[in-house]
Each structure stands twice: as structure tokens, then as C-alpha cells.
């Protein structure tokens, strides 16, 4: 069957983050599949695939599409060989009408005149001989969100597509207007076009796609057909298995509870729940580790805990205070402590110095401050103990963080955090992007913090770390919480089942699942 | 550690002194095209802008001759004031600059993009002159008094001190308030900064500029303009009241509004610097994601900046006329001095040191410009000047991305390779 | 009162749409003649200035350096009338080319070197104002102003048909060129943003940038155009200025009619009509603020007489205060909603009900 995508040794680093977001990546689509290119957030499907729709240069590689060499640079370069994108973000104007949407771009040159009623009428034929029926002169804006992604179909289609990248496309829809995508996905495969779906739900796969492949990590893992793998083994795949040392630790000891989640309901984007009905509990002295690919609601439900986000329904409970809808300084005081997923734009101020950065949660407090101004002794004195307490080397009092390394500065959130003896910690991602003996660092501290009775609850893609730090595991899919588990019963096998969004007969979850 | 303050302070100095040859280098094609010489005409601008009575040269800025019943002597040019130092006048222009500039720099470093400063100053400025002769009036009214010369000593001085203070502190709260209306907006609505101020500046410059030419038009000349304020509202310059003997300020109405001026900028530095409420600020302003992770209360911070900012505007306003110019005259609002301190806090990359010294260097060059007759070459040269400096001064990225560029091209290749053979090893971060 | 605007906003703004322009064409025929004559007057330059906002702001760019720009086309025009002696025309059409000129300049300023938007704007409004008397004393040695039998002003048409009609012939004719004109530019812009492509690819790169790039639109040329146009237009309300009324140049001519007219285009929400209307409406204020202070009786509160000249202004604070409303109810609403409709279904699933539509 002839190929009409092959990318080989796609290479792509980015200097602004010092990522290397491909590395040797060799891709191939048949035509008339459905392809499915799986993988984590971060792991390089959309560099990949921005690659192939010319918004983003690779360093090295080649791309031939239907089998002859192309030379891809722009959107214009992609969409002129038929290659169309619909983005996980959608690319409408708002205040257009559909018709508008669809072309422009492409208006029909009279004297720079457009003629909206043809320029309508092409579009419902457009949309009519694709079965996707729409209303031309609706207004975008107007529009369910299931409704404008067909209006980026048709996009695509209108100028002539035959390689369709669907980017993350069912984030954002409800299962109805789901089914309704996989409709249209098989419809455009029977008629011979390609589809790519780019996705991270190991269920869609299962159900729509011809053929995945796997990428972790910048690294292309392998290509098989869907009816070959399940969906353990893409799970794995997925997932992988890092060089992370065994952390020693003894059993916990786990006291009262500390944190009570219950029922919540958070919003996300598009009008669709991104936490939906979520109940957990935390207890002192133990590490609740909440696994699952990222995107499936975590971020806000942590965001909702910590207060960066409004909650919708439910209740979060933190040492018999309720706090669901607490000011962030508040939660603060009560002793919760944040260790964000994104440490260079959240957890730290790169403009300013260390000492100030160390001091933005017990700033208003004496000895830091006394009637509104500083006192900058006890300041630094601070600053100098975080230092030392956490070997922060190229660090010094009074000087700018910027320079500092991954490690370094994750020490520095951790030593800010911890400072105040917190009673419940949020660890989130706690060691992305950081070397091997950082990451080390990070898991000991947070083992002593939870012998001193801290409860701490982490969240994290990396399997390997859930399993080494936590004592009880929570599976997170689709906003859910799939199933809790004992760390003494939990295998990767089924947390990875679990993490697709299927279901363990010995560990129900807390709400009725799909 | 001071000699890297030193080292942090001239490296962000270089693009400024940059941007500021460049921009001499470019108005002297426009002194050419005047049939002028660009050499004598800067030197008599920087002269007459910043040194002694009879600087003729460069040199003299530091050090000149002078004849005096001995001979001649050489004097050191900053202290020597006879006839009046061009400082002086410089020193009475740049009070107003600064003041506009520190604003400015309250509101940018709490991340408000407002430049409502022209507005508010404006308004304080009205104020400061309504008060300026009513209140007197009133207290004289008051007490019975027609002939305020012959008022006792004791009310006399008492007058002296309270009204002034009183007409201040009117202006900064109306300054104050004007300002907050942008900021409450700006919080509870989330109506773009920039755009309301606009408005509001608009709405200011008209109503002033009515009040001048109608309710409280004094005379009928061909300008409009308010009542003088009574002399004990009068912030007495320097030269007629504490150094009645120095000639270095004779010439110029600069007086305790410098003063207070410095203070302003003593005080703003501390509050940003030294409390905690300005580091909440600051925090605000670089990172809103940080500031609320942390726990700070940004809604009031953004408040607190906005109120501050139009305190120092009104200041200003209420400085220029009770120092300086005793009325308004039509043509004061919409003179655009509000956008001159705006520029002048752009400039000064939102630093107080950096303000005091472009504020006097801006003020000097205008003023230097005034005196350019010689050559035929109108004083508003000095605005010209300004103006490219600035936007030469703010193609700071333009100069710095091309520099880079051209360091990469120089750069071998192989360090790009060696460079992604650590990002691997660092790999795990998203990039997706 | 958040939920009452929202409830009633569809209505009230129709009302605004359809009373607005009643109330107005009622008053137009009603004036004193004077009174609307000047009000037109007053109005053109904002009309126009407000244009040159709105195509650059529709595009993506804020532009605020109108004023200037505005300046620049009132000196242009009377330079090149005194150096050529030419026929006004002439003069303005000088002065709308060099306004499109500053225009690009900005466009490139901004765009290819990244001059921050609003330090340029500042500058270069800085820059105008002292280089026009600048250039003033040094090539014509005039101090401030310049004025000189050899400047004509614009003619006065009278159109022909309505000339003969009683109450119309003098509110509707008799005006200079530039005022006809920007009626038709009014028209002009209509159909440009909403009839031709470029007014599409406008529209597109001003909401949502990224729609217009991926589907290869060249965003910095299609703001390029734009800016280079609202140049032209500001030019044109420059010479207006100096051409179309006075005859001369005076310093610092514009006196804020830049800046008000953004003021407008923000009112107007960005729309050309809509600008039209508001531009009137300011331009009567204006008339009729100087009206009343020109009869010389203090017969009427000073107070009243500072409202209605504040009152456009004063408006527009609240028109942008009325969408802010409306966008923060709206806001409010759905959270409300979908708290409501998901926690059902969530409630609903605990009790092992099952919801149909649920896969």
C-alpha cells in the first residue's frame, strides 16, 4: 500500500527550552488509514506533526509526501500538497460565519470584491457532500464546540486535504459529539483519504484506528497495528521505564486525615468539566500518588486545591477547615504548601533575586517584615538556610535565580515550600526536567517530609516515580478518578489499564465510570 | 558587590547612551539642513542646558576662565552661579518631569500599563490654582481681614505653611482619585488600562480647559487664564526666598518643589524597595502567576499602585503651579507634561536613579534649546532631539537580537550540536 | 443590576441603534442651522481621525499616534500650498501622502523593529509637534504659525439639487470638499472591511492572528496596509484642519482632536458607521458647548455648559464600562449554568441513574 506520509530522521531541538523534541524520528502513514501517533504531553507528537504542516522547521530529515520528496516551509507549502491540520486550539474567527471561516484565504479574486452569498452556497455543498451538514451564515461564536471542529474540517477539506491531522481532536467534546468524530473520521478514510490523530487516549485508539504509533520522549518507540498491540502494551510503551534508583523508605505510618476531597466539579476549557466528580482523601504521614497522562484533569484539579482555580461543585477540606473557596493566602495559612508543575513561571520570579523569591509566602509576617516594611537580616538569613539545607550551590543570597540551573531552582521552590513545616504538600511534577541526582534529592526530601508527618499529595506522568514514592496510588482519566489502589497491591500492568480509562474488577472507582 | 552594581548599572546604561549619540548624530543632519553647525550648536545647547553663565564649550561644562578683579581664574563650572546657572532653570524643569516619571513608574511596576498622568496632573494642577486664590480668600473672609498685608505676622506665616500644604494634598487626592477610577475599572470590569486612561485624559484636558477659558477666567486677554494664586499659597523659588543671596539660582523658580520632588523619589524608592507592599507590587508586575500562587493579593496592590500613581500626578501638576507658574494658562492642558514623564520612566527602564537622570538631562536639553537664537534655531530642536533618542532608545530588542545574530553566525556550528547532546540528557521537559 | 443589563441588553441595544440616528436626524433638522453647520464642521476630523483608528485597530494595531499623524497632514498641506501656489487640492493631496507615509514608517517601526506600540506612538507624536515648528521658523522663518495670502483654503460646493430645498440647502450644503468626502470615505470603509477581501484579512488578523497565519495570510503585510491607510486618513483630517476651515497653520493645530478621536472609534466599538454617528455626535457637543459660551450670558450654569462638552467623553467611559458589564455578566452566567447542568449529572451518576446521551 502506498505511503502518503514518510518522514524520516526528523531531528528538531529547541534551543529556548533545551529540548530535544525529536530525536531520529522516522514516521510513515499509509494511504486511506487511519493512523494514530500516541504519546505524552511533551513527547514530541505535535512538534512532529507542526513539522509536517510546515509551522515549524526541522534541523535535520526528510519529508516525502506520496512517495516524491517535498519541501515543506510554511502552512501554504503543506496545504498546496494537501495536507490539512485541525489544531488542538481552534484557528476561527469568532465573529465570521462559517462560510467566512471556511474561506478565508481563499476568497475568489473580483477585484479584491467578495460575493458572501456564492461563497455560501459553495460551502453547503461543501459540507453536504461530506455528510458534515451545516449552516453556512451561522456565526462561529454561536457554535457548540463539536460544531466548530467540523467547521475546521471542512476547512481542511475544502482545500483539498488528503492528509488529515486531527491534533487531540476529542479534548474538548462529549461523548456524543465523539462518536459523532469517529463517524467522520472512518467516512473520510473510505474515501480514500489519510487520517493522523494525534492522541493520548489509548481507548480511541482501540476503537478507530488502523494503525499507532508510539512516540516517548522525542524518540519514535515503534509502529504496530492497532489489532496487534492492547492496550497494556501501548500503555507501556507510552509510558516506559526510566533509570530512576529505588527510593528506601519505610512503610507508612499514615494518621488523620488532612485532606478531604469531595464530589468535585471543576470547569475546563470549552464548557466541558475537566475535573468531574472527584473524592479523595490524604492522610498524614502518607503520599497519595495520583498517576495518568497528562491532560486528563489533573492540572486543574490541583489548580482547584491550591486555589488558582474556581471550583464548581464538590468540597476540598484541609485539617477540618473548608476551604473550597479560600483565598490562596488563606489555604496558605491553614498549612497547605504548592510545589507547581511549572516551576519558571509559577513557583518562581526569574526578574528578581533569591531573597525575594524565598520570602513571597511569610513575607508579611515579622520577622521579615515589620508594619509594612522589611527587614531584610531575617531575610536573607532565610535565604542563606534554604541554601544550605538544600545544597543549592551556584545559589547566593541576594542574587539573581535566573541563572540557575533546573535543579537548582526546583531547590529552591522546595526550600521555600517547606520552610514553614507544612502540614500538606502538593507535589506536581516535582521533578520534570531535572538531572538524576535532582530528581534523587527531590524523592528523599519528600520521604523525610512525609515520616514527619506531612501528607503529601503528588501527581505525576512518570509512572516509575508514583510507584517508588507513593502509598497509595489514584489513577486520574478524563477527570475521573478510575480506581485507588494499595501500593503494595499495584503492578504497571494495571495501572496502566486503568490510565487508558478501563476498569479493575478489585479496585472500583469512587463514581460509576462510562 | 557594589563593584557589579556598578558593572549591572552601566550595562543597562549602555543602550540609553547609545540611543542617545545616535540620536544627536541624526538631529544634527536636521541642524545641517538648518545651515547651522552641529559642533557649536550642541555645545552652546549642552551649555546653555546645564552650565554656568558664559560656558561657550564643552570643556566649560567641567571646568571655566573667568575674569574677576584679580585676573583670571578657573573655576570648577558647577558651583560657579554668577548671573545664574543654567541648572537652575534646568533643575525647575525637570521637577515636574520627575514627578510625571515616578508615576509613571508606580503604575508600570505593578504592571499597569496607564498613562493617565497627563489627565490627573492636569486636574491637580486646577486644583492646586482654585485653591491656590480661593482659600486664602476664605481664610481672610473669614477672619475678618480685607488688607492681607497688613495681617498679623503670626497668620501670616502660619498661612504660609497650611496653605500650600493644603492645596497639595487637595491636588494629590483629586490626582488620587482620578487615577483609582482607572484602576477600579481595570480590577472589577476588566477594562483595559490603557484604553480608559486614554479616555480619561481626554475627559480631563477638556473640562481644564474649559474651567480656564470660562468659570474661572480671570481676564480677558487674548489667552486665557486663571486668577493668580495669593502669595501665601506661592511655593517662594529659591532665589527670592531661602538663597536670597545666591545668584546660581537667580533666573530660575525653582524652589522647594525639587525638594519635594526628591523626597517623592526618596520615598517611592523606599516604598517599592523596603516595604511590603511595594515588593507586592513588584511581584504583581514581572509575574501574575507567581504573585497569585503565592498568595498575594494582587486586586489591592493594583488599587494601591493606581491611587499612588495619581497622588504623585497631581503633585506634580500642583507643583508646576504653585512653584512655578502661579495660574493656568489655556494651553497647559493638553501641553502633553504627563506624556513627557511617561517617556521619561520608558527611558529610565522604571529605575528612580534613572529617572532623576534622564528627567534633569531631558529638561536640560529643552532648555538648552530655548537659548538657541544665534543660529536662528528654534527651541524645539531640544523636543527633537528627545524624540529620537527615544526611539532609538526603544529599538533596545532590535539591537540586541541583531547583535545575537550576528554572534551566532560567528559562533562554530559545533556548539549547537554539543548543546543538544546536553538537552538530551536533560530531556523531559514538554516541548510538544 | 449585572443580570438586568444582560436580560435587556439585546433591546436596549437595539433601541440605542435605531433612537440614536432618530433622535439625531430629528435634531439635524431642528437646530439653529448655524449650530448643525458647525457641529458637521467640528465633527469632520473626528470622523475621519476615527476611520484611521478603527482600520488599524480592526487589524490588530492600536494605533495612537492619530495626532500626529493628523498634525503632520496640517502642516503638509499649507508647506506645499505656499511653496507652489498651487490649487488646495494639491495641498491636501500632499497631505494624505505624507500621512501614509509616517503611517508605513510606523508600520515598519513597529513591525519589523519591534518599537514597543505605545513608546512609538508617544515619540513620534513628540517628534511632529516640535518638528513642524521647527522646520516652520528654519525654511519659512514663521514663528508658530503660518499663514499667507498664497494659502487658499478649500472652496465651498454647493450641491445642486439640494441646494434648492429649504431646511436641507443649508444644513447639507455648502461645506468644503474634505467634508463630503468623509461621508464617503464613511461609506468607503463600510464596504472595504466587510465587501473585500482585504477588509476580511483585516478582520481575521485583528480577532484571532493565528486563524489568518495557518491559513497563509501574511499578517505583517496586511497591517502594513492598514497602518499605511490610517496614515492616509489622519493626513487627510490634518489638512482638513488647516486647509479646509482656517487657511493657515497654527502650532500644535490638532490640540487633542487625535486622541478624541480614538475616543470615538472606541465608542463606536470599532465599527465605520457607527463612528460616523459618534463622530456627529461629538462634533455637536462641541458646537454646541461653544454655542452656548459664545452667547456671553451666564444665564446658563457653567456647570451644564462643561457637561455638554464633556458629555461624549464622558459617554464613552460609560459605553466601556456598560460592555465590561456585559462581558463579566455573561461570564458569570455560564459558570452558573454549567455548575448547575454538571453537577446534575454528577448527582444523577452517584445515584446510579443513568442520564441518557451517556455512552
Not at chain 1, 32 to 46: F, R
Not at chain 3, 243 to 252: D, K
Request: aromatic fraction near 8%; proline fraction near 4%.
Amino acid at each position: 500500500m502506498p505511503l502518503a506520509v514518510e518522514m524520516r530522521h526528523i531531528r528538531k531541538y529547541f534551543l529556548s527550552s533545551n529540548v530535544l523534541a525529536c530525536d531520529d524520528v522516522n514516521f510513515s502513514v499509509r494511504e486511506g488509514e487511519i493512523h494514530a501517533l500516541v504519546g505524552e504531553n511533551g513527547a514530541g507528537k505535535t512538534t512532529l506533526m507542526n513539522i509536517l504542516y510546515g509551522l515549524i522547521a526541522p534541523d535535520e530529515g526528510e519529508i516525502l509526501i506520496h512517495e516524491r520528496p517535498a519541501h515543506i516551509t510554511h502552512p501554504n507549502d503543506a496545504i498546496r500538497l494537501g495536507i490539512g491540520m485541525v489544531h488542538q486550539h481552534f484557528k476561527l474567527v469568532p465573529s465570521f460565519t462559517i462560510a467566512e471561516n471556511i474561506m478565508l484565504g481563499m476568497e475568489p479574486d473580483e477585484w479584491g470584491f467578495i460575493n458572501g452569498a456564492s461563497e455560501a452556497e459553495a460551502v453547503r455543498k461543501l459540507a453536504a457532500d461530506f455528510g458534515l451538514p451545516v449552516n453556512p451564515n451561522a456565526r462561529v461564536r454561536d457554535l457548540s464546540v463539536g460544531m466548530q471542529q467540523r467547521v475546521e474540517i471542512l476547512k481542511a477539506l475544502q482545500r483539498n486535504a488528503r492528509v488529515l491531522i486531527l491534533d487531540e481532536p476529542t479534548a474538548v467534546l462529549t461523548p456524543q459529539e465523539v462518536h459523532e468524530l469517529y463517524t467522520v473520521i472512518r467516512k473520510l478514510a473510505a474515501d480514500g483519504r489519510t487520517v493522523i490523530l494525534i492522541t493520548h487516549k489509548l481507548l480511541e485508539v482501540k476503537d478507530v484506528a488502523d494503525r499507532v504509533s508510539v512516540m516517548r520522549r522525542g524518540q519514535m518507540i515503534g509502529t504496530h497495528n492497532v489489532s496487534d498491540v492492547s492496550i497494556r502494551d501501548m500503555a507501556n510503551m507510552m509510558v516506559g521505564r526510566e533509570v530512576i534508583l529505588q527510593v528506601e523508605k519505610q512503610p507508612a505510618q499514615p494518621g488523620a486525615v488532612v485532606l478531604k476531597v469531595e464530589n468535585l466539579l471543576v470547569a475546563g476549557a470549552g464548557g466541558i468539566p475537566a475535573v468531574f466528580g472527584v473524592s479523595l482523601e490524604v492522610r498524614a504521614g502518607e503520599i497519595l500518588g495520583i498517576a495518568g497522562v497528562s491532560g486528563n484533569g489533573q492540572t486543574e484539579l490541583i489548580e482547584a486545591i491550591a486555589g488558582l482555580r474556581p471550583i464548581d461543585g464538590g468540597h476540598v477540606v484541609l485539617l477540618d477547615k473548608d476551604i473550597t473557596h479560600a483565598s490562596v493566602r488563606a489555604r496558605r495559612e491553614t498549612g497547605m504548601a504548592h510545589i507547581p508543575e511549572d516551576r519558571l513561571v509559577m513557583g518562581l520570579n526569574l526578574n528578581t533575586n533569591l531573597d525575594e523569591n524565598v520570602v513571597v509566602t511569610h513575607y508579611m509576617r515579622p520577622p521579615y517584615s515589620r508594619r509594612g516594611i522589611f527587614n531584610f537580616l531575617p531575610m536573607r538569613k532565610l535565604a542563606q538556610q534554604i541554601i544550605d539545607a538544600f545544597q543549592i550551590r551556584s545559589a547566593r543570597v541576594g542574587e539573581e535565580i535566573k541563572t540557575l540551573s533546573g535543579g537548582n531552582l526546583q531547590k529552591v521552590v522546595l526550600g521555600r515550600e517547606l520552610e514553614g513545616k507544612p502540614k500538606f504538600i502538593i507535589a506536581n511534577q516535582p521533578t520534570r526536567g531535572l538531572d538524576v541526582g535532582s530528581i534523587e534529592f527531590v524523592h528523599k526530601t519528600l520521604i523525610e517530609e512525609r515520616d514527619a508527618g506531612a501528607a503529601i499529595l503528588l501527581v505525576s506522568v512518570e509512572l516509575d516515580e508514583i510507584l517508588s514514592l507513593s502509598d497509595r496510588i489514584a489513577v486520574m482519566f478524563g477527570g475521573r478518578i478510575m480506581g485507588v489502589l494499595d501500593i503494595k497491591d499495584a503492578n504497571e500492568q494495571d495501572i496502566g489499564i486503568l490510565m487508558a480509562g478501563g476498569s479493575l474488577e478489585h479496585a472500583p472507582a469512587k463514581v460509576a465510570t462510562p | 558587590m557594589t563593584a557589579k552594581r556598578l558593572r549591572q548599572a552601566l550595562e543597562s546604561a549602555a543602550i540609553p547612551i547609545l540611543a542617545t549619540i545616535l540620536g544627536l548624530l541624526v538631529s544634527s543632519v536636521i541642524v545641517l539642513f538648518a545651515r547651522a553647525d552641529p559642533m557649536q550648536t550642541y555645545e552652546h545647547l549642552f551649555c546653555e542646558g546645564f552650565g554656568p553663565k558664559g560656558c561657550q564649550t564643552f570643556g566649560n561644562l567641567l571646568f571655566m576662565d573667568v575674569k574677576t578683579d584679580n585676573g583670571t581664574q578657573t573655576v570648577f563650572s558647577l558651583f560657579y552661579g554668577a548671573q545664574g546657572h543654567a541648572l537652575g532653570v534646568t533643575l525647575e524643569r525637570a521637577t515636574i518631569l520627575i514627578l510625571a516619571a515616578l508615576s509613571a513608574t508606580v503604575a508600570f511596576k505593578a504592571g499597569l500599563f496607564s498613562i493617565g498622568m497627563d489627565g490627573q496632573l492636569v486636574l491637580g494642577a486646577i486644583t492646586a490654582a482654585f485653591l491656590g486664590y480661593a482659600l486664602p480668600d476664605l481664610i481672610y473672609g473669614l477672619a475678618g481681614i480685607s488688607q492681607p498685608q497688613a495681617a498679623p505676622g503670626a497668620l501670616q506665616t502660619v498661612m504660609h505653611l497650611v496653605v500650600p500644604a493644603l492645596c497639595i494634598g487637595a491636588a494629590m487626592l483629586v490626582g488620587a482619585f482620578y487615577s483609582w477610577i482607572a484602576g477600579y475599572l481595570k480590577v472589577k470590569l476588566n477594562v483595559n488600562e490603557l484604553i480608559s486612561t486614554i479616555v480619561l485624559n481626554a475627559i480631563a484636558v477638556q473640562l481644564v480647559g474649559y474651567l480656564i477659558n470660562f468659570p474661572l477666567r480671570s481676564d480677558f486677554n487674548n489667552i486665557a487664564r486663571t486668577r493668580r494664586i495669593d502669595d501665601t499659597a506661592w511655593l517662594v523659588p529659591f532665589n527670592r526666598g531661602l538663597f536670597l543671596n545666591s545668584e546660581w539660582f537667580s533666573g530660575s523658580r525653582v524652589g522647594i518643589g525639587i525638594i519635594l520632588a526628591l523626597l517623592a523619589a526618596l520615598v517611592i524608592w523606599f516604598f517599592l524597595w523596603r516595604t511590603t507592599a511595594g515588593y507586592e507590587q513588584r511581584m504583581a508586575s514581572g509575574s501574575r502567576l507567581f504573585a497569585r500562587f503565592g498568595g498575594i493579593p494582587n486586586e489591592r496592590a493594583a488599587l494601591r499602585a493606581m491611587l499612588i500613581s495619581g497622588a504623585l500626578s497631581g503633585l506634580a501638576g500642583a507643583i508646576q503651579i504653585l512653584g512655578v507658574e502661579r495660574r493656568v494658562v489655556d494651553g497647559f492642558a493638553g501641553a502633553g507634561l504627563g506624556f513627557d514623564g511617561v517617556l521619561v520612566a520608558i527611558l529610565a527602564k522604571e529605575s528612580i536613579g534613572g529617572i532623576l537622570v534622564v528627567a534633569v538631562f531631558f529638561a536640560g536639553l529643552q532648555q538648552g534649546a530655548i537659548n538657541l537664537q544665534f543660529a536662528n534655531l528654534p527651541r524645539q530642536l531640544g523636543g527633537i532631539i528627545i524624540a529620537l533618542i527615544i526611539l532609538f532608545s526603544s529599538m533596545e530588542n532590535f539591537f540586541r537580537t541583531n547583535l545575537a545574530r550576528i554572534q551566532a553566525r560567528l559562533r562554530p556550528p559545533q556548539r549547537a550540536v554539543d548543546a543538544a547532546a546536553e538537552g538530551v540528557a536533560a530531556a523531559g521537559g514538554g516541548a510538544t | 443590576m449585572i443580570k438586568f443589563l444582560n436580560k435587556h441588553s439585546r433591546r436596549l441595544r437595539h433601541a440605542l441603534l435605531i433612537g440614536g440616528p432618530l433622535v439625531g436626524l430629528l435634531l439635524f433638522l431642528v437646530l439653529p442651522e448655524r449650530l448643525v453647520q458647525g457641529g458637521i464642521r467640528l465633527a469632520t476630523p473626528y470622523i475621519l481621525g476615527a476611520l484611521a483608528a478603527l482600520i488599524a485597530s480592526r487589524a490588530g494595531v492600536l494605533n495612537l499616534a492619530i495626532e500626529g499623524k493628523m498634525l503632520l497632514g496640517a502642516f503638509i498641506g499649507v508647506v506645499v500650498l505656499y511653496k507652489t501656489g498651487l490649487d488646495p487640492v494639491v495641498g491636501v493631496m500632499a497631505a494624505v501622502i505624507m500621512g501614509g507615509l509616517l503611517g508605513l514608517v510606523f508600520a515598519i517601526l513597529y513591525l519589523r523593529i519591534r518599537i514597543n506600540l505605545i513608546i512609538l506612538a508617544l515619540a513620534l507624536n513628540l517628534f511632529v509637534a516640535n518638528a513642524t515648528v521647527f522646520f516652520l521658523r528654519v525654511s519659512f522663518g514663521a514663528f508658530g504659525t503660518l499663514a499667507d495670502p498664497s494659502i487658499h483654503s478649500l472652496p465651498i460646493l454647493t450641491i445642486p439639487i439640494i441646494s434648492g430645498i429649504p431646511i436641507l440647502a443649508e444644513r447639507l450644503s455648502g461645506y468644503n470638499a474634505i467634508v463630503y468626502l468623509s461621508w464617503f470615505m464613511v461609506l468607503f470603509m463600510w464596504l472595504l472591511l466587510y465587501r473585500t477581501r482585504f477588509g476580511r484579512h483585516v478582520r481575521a488578523v485583528g480577532e484571532n492572528r493565528e486563524a489568518a497565519e495557518t491559513v497563509g495570510i501574511n499578517v505583517t503585510l496586511v497591517q502594513t496596509f492598514a497602518l499605511t491607510l490610517s496614515g492616509m486618513l489622519a493626513g487627510l483630517a490634518g489638512s482638513f484642519l488647516s486647509l479646509g476651515v482656517l487657511s493657515q497653520f497654527l502650532e500644535n493645530m490638532t490640540a487633542g482632536r487625535g486622541w478624541i478621536a480614538i475616543t470615538v472609534s472606541l465608542f463606536a466599538l470599532e465599527q465605520p458607521v457607527g463612528a460616523f454617528f459618534t463622530a456627529l455626535f461629538f462634533g455637536f457637543s462641541e458646537a454646541l458647548s461653544l454655542g452656548l459660551q459664545n452667547t456671553g450670558d451666564t444665564k446658563l450654569s457653567p456647570a451644564l455648559v462643561a457637561l455638554v462638552l464633556a458629555l461624549p467623553q464622558i459617554a464613552t467611559i460609560g459605553a466601556l464600562v456598560l460592555v465590561a458589564l456585559r462581558i463579566r455578566a455573561a461570564e458569570l452566567l455560564k459558570r452558573r449554568n454549567f455548575a448547575a447542568q454538571f453537577g446534575q449529572e454528577l448527582a444523577n451518576l452517584r445515584r446510579g441513574v443513568v442520564v441518557g446521551g451517556q455512552d
